[in-house]
């Protein structure tokens, strides 16, 4: 019976009536059927053509089955192989098996069996496909634009950004020092239709007041002294495309109000000029600040703040999400072990545990150059707890577990004495570790123990 099958099969052998018998059989059963009668023109076809099913003669004239079975894994993974053998070569079809083939037929080939094992080899091939995609999907999911985070905080911005990337609203983005503000700004610019048009950047802390407002808004000729030129500013510079202003806390109030007047009616004037210039701009702001206490303080304008927080994205700290913790390790080893040529590959449980303990103050940034200078300074191909930096190895007992609570009025004896007991169990009862981590001698360490009445 003929059934409405779309795959396609190539079948390749040197022998004529092997080939179109194959072929005929094939057709009745539904399928496309491509044949070739040598392994290199079978190459050619692989190489143009999207094939589903591979059946091959082990023995050919110019290249082996086997040859052709190696060339298809590489060039075509997703294709399936069914290798044909003659009496004699069963070991051939086992190692070719061993290799990647579904299975093996031996001639003279009986048609219910071929249409039997067609139907199987195609079906597995496809769940294997279907799975390589989902894992696929996956792994994008934990990586969004170079992004890596798996943390239901992570997911939920994600998402977030993918509904807000498109449209034209003003974005400010907010989290601490190393949080990933501006990669995100980066990647809420890529994934909008502006992504062929500007990126551009203004760190509004790192430049003095007037400056600032020249750069933003441009200036003409004559404006102030050393003003020799009519100059564009960002917003002009930016026009279509995505304005960055980074620590936009620090902004001074009368760049404020032009600011605001940017963003209500698109228009501006250069410094020092007469002209009104109008832009299409989209503005994603940053701070690291909380601007809504900025605004309670009197220190940012409120109806600046609201026009600038139409969309907010919160960016947690590390600490808050250390479950993205191994997954950024592993991301940031990968990567600075092909940056500089080595064979990094893995991390020591004890190693990726201190890391897990650690508060991260600097979060990712601090992390991803953690990594890094580990990677490069050591020589082995796993980081162990050794080689991390030192700075980490001797402050991970300030982790929020490993706090201490003094009431006030306790004796400064008392207090050392609680600080020597809390660090020295922290590092499991290691004496070198403890001293070096009070900054104190190991001698004197010794002599206070022995003064405690333990
Ligand atoms: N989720 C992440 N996945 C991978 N790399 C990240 C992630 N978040 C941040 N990074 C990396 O960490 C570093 C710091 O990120 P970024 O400069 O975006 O932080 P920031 O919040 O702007 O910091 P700052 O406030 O100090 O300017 C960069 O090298 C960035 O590529
Ligand atoms: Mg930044």
Redesign the pocket.
């Known amino acids: 019976m003929k059934q409405n099958k779309c795959d396609t099969i190539l079948v390749v052998d040197d022998e004529i009536n092997t080939r179109e018998g194959l072929k005929q059989a094939l057709e009745e059963d539904g399928y496309n059927v491509l044949t070739a009668g040598c392994g290199n023109k079978a190459k050619q076809i692989l190489s143009k053509k999207e094939v589903n099913l591979l059946i091959s003669d082990l023995r050919m004239p110019d290249i082996s089955g086997m040859e052709l079975l190696k060339f298809t894994r590489k060039s075509a993974p997703h294709t399936a192989i069914i290798i044909i053998t003659g009496f004699g070569t069963i070991e051939t079809a086992v190692k070719a098996m061993k290799e990647g083939a579904y299975d093996f037929l031996t001639k003279p080939v009986d048609i219910d069996k071929l249409s039997a094992m067609v139907e199987k080899a195609l079906m597995t091939q496809r769940l294997l496909v279907e799975n390589i995609y989902l894992k696929e999907k996956l792994r994008n999911r934990y ?2 634009e ?4 798996k943390s239901r905080q ?1 997911r939920e911005i994600f998402d977030l950004i993918e509904q807000i990337a498109p449209s034209k609203t003003t974005i400010l ?1 907010e ?12 990647a809420i610019h890529q994934l909008s239709s502006r992504s062929n048009k500007p990126f551009i950047k203004v ?1 509004c802390a790192a430049l003095s007041e007037g400056i600032l407002e020249s750069e933003l808004f441009g200036h003409v000729k004559g404006a102030f002294t050393g003003a020799y030129e009519n100059k564009k500013g960002r917003f002009e510079l930016a026009h279509k495309g995505t304005l960055f202003l ?2 936009i806390g620090n902004i001074p109030s009368h760049i404020q109000v032009k600011l605001l007047r940017v963003l209500q009616e698109r228009e501006f004037e250069r410094v020092g000029g007469q002209k009104t210039i109008c832009v299409d701009v989209r503005l994603i702001v ?3 600040a909380n601007l809504a206490i900025a605004v309670k303080k009197g220190e940012f304008r409120e109806d600046l703040y609201y026009r600038l927080n139409v969309i907010n994205i919160k ?1 947690p700290p590390l600490r808050e999400r250390k479950e ?1 913790i191994p997954l ?1 390790i592993e ?2 080893i990968d990567k600075f072990s092909k940056e500089n040529n080595k064979e990094v590959n893995n991390i020591a449980p004890d190693a990726l545990d201190l890391l897990m303990k650690y508060n991260w103050p ?4 601090e ?2 150059n953690c990594i890094e200078s580990t990677v490069v300074r050591i020589k082995n191909k796993t980081i162990c707890l050794n080689d991390l930096p030192t700075h980490i190895k001797h402050r991970s007992y300030t982790s929020e577990c490993d706090n201490l609570t003094i009431p006030l009025g306790t004796s400064m004896q008392e207090i050392e004495k609680q600080v020597i007991l809390k660090t020295l169990s922290v590092n499991q009862g290691n004496k070198v570790k403890t001293a070096q981590i009070l900054n104190i001698g190991l001698k004197t360490l010794y002599r206070k123990l022995g003064s405690y009445d333990l």
């Not at 170079?146 to 985070?149: E, F, L, N, T, V």
């Open positions: 990586r969004f170079q992004i890596i985070g992570m983005v989290g601490e020092s190393g949080t990933g503000k501006e990669l995100f700004a980066n760190n980074d620590e940053a701070t690291n960016l993205d950024l991301y940031f600097g979060n990712i940034r992390l991803n």
